[in-house]
């Protein structure tokens, strides 16, 4: 089976895409072919992002906030964590919103709520990939 393209976005690519990446990348890992990228730059991932994904075993502490311009035109699956992104110049086969609240700026508490909610729907995703839902 040839690994599914999929790509996160997110305004800034500092956090909740850059979660997503993490746990696609790791749980995903044969399956998935993983990118995020943001439609704004960004000078570096949060680092309370970063601190909750230490504590899951997962470390994005190499990963960089990227622009649309770094990850493939044509992707897969490209999923919007809920900020009104919108990739007018991606081409994809499958496209959703998470609706996932920003915690940038909130407490370290906000950060691990977030990144429970995005631990639960890579594994949805990739559920559904498995499955040949996607």
Known sequence: MNKKIVAFVCI??????????????????????????????????????????????????????????????EVDILITMGCGATCPFTLTKHEEDWGIEDPSGKSLEEFRIARDVIKSKVIDLIARVNNGVI
């Open 12 to 73: 800034h690519n500092s956090c909740r895409s850059q979660m997503a990446e993490g746990y696609a990348r790791t749980l995903g890992d044969g399956l998935l072919e993983v990118f995020s990228a943001g439609t704004e730059d960004y000078h570096e991932v949060k680092p309370l992002a970063i601190e909750v994904m230490k504590e899951d075993g997962i470390d994005i502490g190499n990963q960089y906030p990227k622009l649309m311009e770094e990850i493939p035109e």
